[in-house]
């Protein structure tokens, strides 16, 4: 298999692993889709044990590091500690969000996934064809 043909299978399962964890937070994610990315990126190379360890590594420190949760338990534990009920019902408030907040919310997530799938949908084909012209031309 030739490279640009790898880098093209690996662009298309980023993409399907876009779509398949839209749900959840990539947060959570992070570590197996960095192995996954970083033995791919390093099959191109000859290593993939060596990219996959590398692309696991960087996901942890991503999930490690990027914890929302972890954040907005020590404001609710320094509002409760000082005794600050305003701070405690606004951080208990953010959470809640109505039928229509979600609503719009899903359907801004739905419109970016559209618009990647369309851009892909006409950019890939295009790149392809450009290497596959380029290799015939070489002929």
Not at 9 to 35: D, K, M, Q
Not at 69 to 75: G, Q, S
Not at 83 to 112: R, V
């Amino acid at each position: 298999m030739e490279k640009v043909e790898q880098f093209l299978i690996l662009c298309f399962f980023i993409a399907w692993s876009l779509v398949v964890c839209v749900g959840c937070s990539w947060h959570n994610f992070a570590p197996t889709a960095g192995a996954g990315i970083g033995a791919g990126i390093g099959s191109i190379g000859g290593q993939p044990i060596l990219g996959g360890l590398a692309g696991g590594a960087v996901g942890q420190i991503i999930e490690k590091s990027s914890d929302k949760d972890i954040k907005e338990k020590v404001e609710a534990f320094e509002a409760l500690s000082k005794g600050e009920a305003s701070k405690m019902i606004e951080l208990s408030m953010k959470d809640q969000k109505g039928w229509i907040e979600s609503t719009l919310d899903n359907l801004w997530d739905l419109l970016i996934l559209c618009g990647i799938g369309f851009a892909l949908w006409n950019f890939v084909p295009i790149l392809y064809s450009r290497y596959l012209h380029k290799k015939q031309k070489e002929k």
